[in-house]
């Protein structure tokens, strides 16, 4: 089975900075792409960052120049990197990731698999 774990949340004074990580593990044939989202109390979740199988990224204009994401395709992990954080970027942040996992039948269609959140709050 697919998982998606994140870690690297936390509380950080406005300012600051943080990265987030998220491993796959389980039966994986092919991870394409990966990225971010978040949602704060209230409202929608929204996306952050992606990026794909070949290293092209995309970013919300929201966050466009404070973060980038990256990732190791060797450790099936991707990362957030975070700088210049204000309040208005706490949430709790997703990973999210198309993978085909291998099953007993072999290679499946890839499906769209989600972590279980990490918190980031940015406050004084």
């Known amino acids: 089975q697919v998982q998606l774990v994140e870690s690297g949340g936390g509380l950080v004074q406005p300012g600051g900075s943080l990265r987030l990580s998220c491993a796959a593990s389980g039966s994986i044939f092919r991870i394409y792409v990966m990225g971010w989202y978040r949602q704060a109390p209230g409202k929608q979740r929204e996306l952050v960052a992606t990026i794909a199988e070949s290293g092209s990224t995309s970013y919300a204009t929201s966050v466009t120049g404070r973060v980038v994401i990256s990732r190791d395709n060797a450790k099936n992990t991707v990362y957030l990197q975070m700088i210049s954080l204000k309040p208005e970027d706490t949430a709790v942040y997703y990973c999210?990731?198309?993978?085909?996992?291998?099953?007993?039948?072999?290679?499946?269609?890839?499906?769209?698999?989600w972590g279980q959140g990490t918190q980031v709050t940015v406050s004084s």
């Open positions: 999210n990731a198309a993978i085909s996992p291998r099953t007993a039948q072999g290679v499946t269609a890839p499906s769209n698999y």
